[in-house]
Every structure is written in C-alpha cells, then in structure tokens.
C-alpha cells in the first residue's frame, strides 16, 4: 500500500488572500513505513514574504527568487505522488493552497477525499489533548530536535513517524512477530519435531549399557584399574 506524507510552507494562511506556496516537501510511505523515496522544491511564490511566515520557516523572499515557480515543478510533483492517498497533517490547508496553485496553472485540483488528516486522527485518539506536530512527537517520544523552524521535508519525515504510531504501526509489526512465532512453532509440531527434553537411563538400561561393554576388549569407556 503507496501513500505520500506531504507538507507544505507558505506565506501566509489564505490563498484567497494571494499567498503562495513556497515549498513541498513528500515522504513516501509502504505499507505504513517511510521509505527512501521523497519529494522536496523550493518555490520561488513571485510575492514578497511577510516576517510572520518568515518566522516560521526561516525562507526569504531573496533566497526563493533564484528557484523555480509552482507552473515549473508541478508536473514533477504530480508524477511523484500520482493517486497515492495523502497523509497531511491538517488537510484542508496544504490541500486548499495546492489546489488554488493547480487551478492558476489550469491543472486539475485534488479531491480533498483522497487525504488523511492526522490532525483529525490525533484529536480522536487523544480527545482534548494538543494535536500539534511537536505535541505529538513527544508524545510518541520522537526526536524532533533538529526542528527550530518548520521545513516541509523534515516535517514530512516526523509526519510519517508520527502516523505510523497513530495507525498502531509498530504494534502490529509486533503482533505480526508474534504469530509468525506461533507459526513456526506449529510448522514444527505438524512435521513431527518435538523438543528435546532432558532423559536420565534407567538402573536396568545403565546395567545392560555395562554388561554390554564387559563384553568389549579393554573398551576405553570403561576405567581400567
């Protein structure tokens, strides 16, 4: 099963407002678990930045001028992420500024059916609690040290973390482990295998082992005199 964490930098909260994406950043993920593949652009958003977002993720206005606009990276990133499900912590906002990029470039947007909000997930499984990114690494006691300022990649790669302990990844390698073991063990007794176990002889079976080797000529299992 193929799905793409992704998190997105901006510089502002409203597209409607004309703020713009200023960086992409995506985690592959197989069956739950992050692999080597990743997406990762920065945006050049054709706008000044506001000190709020900058702020935030530490991204300049001079800086994002030498990379390429969204029109020059978007088909890239549609090819990366084809129709995987994607993992967004709060959906609604990652998902409404790609799509207003999509809708400047005439591209089709994307369903926002198609994304999990872990945002949502969190405040389910943990009613009343933060449901913020740095909240739910500690709760999960995942390293996000390197994080002073928001970056999409990096968020991403904490995201992915995040969601495989809100899916119960880990618990279910562990179940998994466990009926392997249950699974070998009964291999094992169908092909007729048994354990061994510990098996002292007999008086009889060590008098019958010692007439046998009387029998021998001076055999060296029997201490000589």
Same mark, same amino acid.
């Given at each position: 099963?193929?799905?793409?964490?992704?998190?997105?930098?901006? +510089?502002?909260?409203?597209?409607? $407002?004309?703020?713009? *994406?200023?960086?992409?950043?995506?985690?592959?993920? *197989?069956?739950?678990?992050? +692999?080597? !593949?990743?997406?990762?652009?920065? *945006?050049? &958003?054709?706008?000044?930045? &506001?000190? !709020?977002?900058?702020?935030?993720?530490?991204?300049? $206005? !001079?800086?994002?001028?030498?990379?390429?606009?969204?029109?020059?990276?978007?088909?890239?990133?549609?090819?990366?992420?084809?129709?995987?499900?994607?993992?967004?912590?709060? $959906?609604?906002?990652?998902?409404?500024?790609?799509?207003?990029?999509?809708?400047?470039?005439?591209?089709?947007? @994307?369903? @926002?059916?198609?994304?999990?909000?872990?945002?949502?997930?969190?405040?389910?499984?943990?009613?009343?609690?933060?449901?913020?990114?740095?909240?739910?690494?500690?709760?999960? =006691?995942?390293?996000?040290?390197?994080?002073?300022?928001?970056?999409?990649?990096?968020?991403?790669?904490?995201? $992915?973390?995040?969601?495989?302990?809100?899916?119960?990844?880990? =618990? =279910?390698?562990? !179940?998994? #482990?466990?009926?392997?073991? +249950?699974?070998? #063990?009964?291999?094992?007794?169908?092909?007729? *295998?048994?354990?061994?176990?510990?098996?002292?002889?007999?008086?009889?079976?060590?008098? #019958?082992?010692?007439?046998?080797?009387?029998?021998?000529?001076?055999?060296?299992?029997?201490? =000589?005199?």
């Amino acid at each position: 099963m193929r799905e793409i964490v992704l998190d997105t930098e901006t +510089t502002g909260l409203d597209p409607k $407002a004309g703020h713009r *994406i200023v960086e992409i950043g995506c985690v592959e993920l *197989i069956n739950h678990v992050a +692999t080597s !593949e990743t997406f990762h652009k920065y *945006i050049n &958003p054709e706008r000044d930045m &506001p000190d !709020e977002a900058f702020r935030v993720h530490g991204l300049s $206005a !001079e800086f994002l001028r030498d990379h390429p606009g969204f029109s020059e990276i978007a088909e890239e990133f549609l090819t990366f992420i084809g129709d995987s499900p994607l993992v967004i912590h709060n $959906a609604e906002f990652d998902m409404g500024f790609l799509n207003a990029e999509l809708a400047k470039i005439k591209r089709g947007t @994307l369903d @926002l059916s198609r994304s999990i909000d872990t945002v949502r997930m969190a405040r389910k499984r943990f009613p009343g609690a933060p449901a913020n990114l740095d909240a739910l690494c500690k709760r999960f =006691q995942i390293d996000n040290s390197n994080r002073e300022l928001h970056g999409a990649l990096l968020d991403a790669r904490l995201l $992915a973390d995040v969601y495989l302990e809100l899916t119960g990844g880990r =618990q =279910q390698g562990l !179940e998994l #482990a466990g009926n392997r073991n +249950t699974e070998t #063990a009964k291999s094992a007794s169908e092909s007729g *295998i048994r354990p061994p176990r510990v098996h002292a002889p007999s008086p009889e079976e060590e008098a #019958a082992h010692r007439a046998f080797l009387e029998k021998l000529d001076a055999p060296i299992w029997i201490e =000589q005199g």
